[in-house]
């Protein structure tokens, strides 16, 4: 059972344009957030948390959003650059400092020149 | 250089081998990690280590087996390899936080 989705395999957007990544989860014991993003033949890099006190957290271009009430979190990235394409993980957690991450299955996003 | 490496990256064998997927971290890290990645189906745990003394099952540790060798050395191995093994293996550490982890380069493995 799937309790992080990332419903959408691959995602295009233009240079320039706001990019949307979207994951769903289904535990509701999950309260910290993350996501990773993974170049082909590197391993995945951490991009940016939340923790579930909080409904925003903005680094630079990058914003993740967390919806607890529709289990919903989205990261934004304005705007998007040729070197943001790649594949995005989100992932979640129980409590901060737990080893075990549940990650979702990832998005390809693809910014267009 | 890297600060997390895993060898051999890349990686064909056959079934009923053993076959061992070594890793190295200069982080200085207490806390590393074996992920598998398939398609569809995410990043999963199988192996995980608090230090030299302390390894814990992830959620898909049948099947595998690790060594900690050293504070920067964990290794996982597959006693007897079957198809269904086949995967991108991916290598992490973390600091005492925990979630935050650095992956390395992966190993594409294939059994035959």
């Known amino acids: 059972d799937q309790q992080v989705k990332q419903n959408s395999p691959s995602l295009s957007v233009q240079e320039g344009r706001i990019s949307i990544l979207n994951c769903d989860y289904t535990?509701?014991?999950?309260?910290?957030f993350l996501w990773y993003k993974k170049y082909p033949a590197e391993g995945p890099t951490f991009l940016i948390s939340i923790s579930s006190i909080k409904d925003k957290n903005e680094d630079g271009r990058f914003t993740v959003f967390l919806n607890k009430s529709a289990k919903h979190l989205s990261l934004h990235i304005v705007p998007s650059q040729p070197g943001d394409s790649a594949v995005y993980f989100c992932?979640?957690?129980?409590?901060?400092?737990?080893?075990?991450?549940?990650f979702g299955t990832g998005t390809r996003l693809t910014i267009i020149p | 250089d890297a600060d997390v490496t895993q060898t051999p990256r890349n990686r064909i064998t056959k079934t009923g081998k053993r076959i061992m997927l070594e890793c190295s971290q200069t982080k200085g890290h207490d806390r590393m990690y074996w992920y598998r990645q398939d398609p569809g189906l995410g990043l999963r745990l199988i192996y995980y280590?608090?230090?030299?003394?302390?390894?814990n099952k992830g959620e898909i540790s049948d099947g595998y087996s690790v060594s900690r060798q050293a504070q920067a050395k964990f290794s996982l191995s597959l006693e007897s390899a079957i198809p269904n093994q086949t995967a991108l293996y991916f290598c992490?550490?973390?600091?005492?936080?925990?979630?935050?982890?650095?992956f390395g380069p992966g190993t594409r493995l294939t059994v035959l």
């Open positions: 992490a550490t973390s600091d005492l936080a925990g979630e935050r982890k650095f």
């Open positions: 992932a979640a957690s129980y409590n901060f400092g737990n080893e075990k991450l549940t």
């Open positions: 535990n509701s014991m999950f309260d910290y």
């Open positions: 280590s608090f230090d030299v003394k302390d390894i």
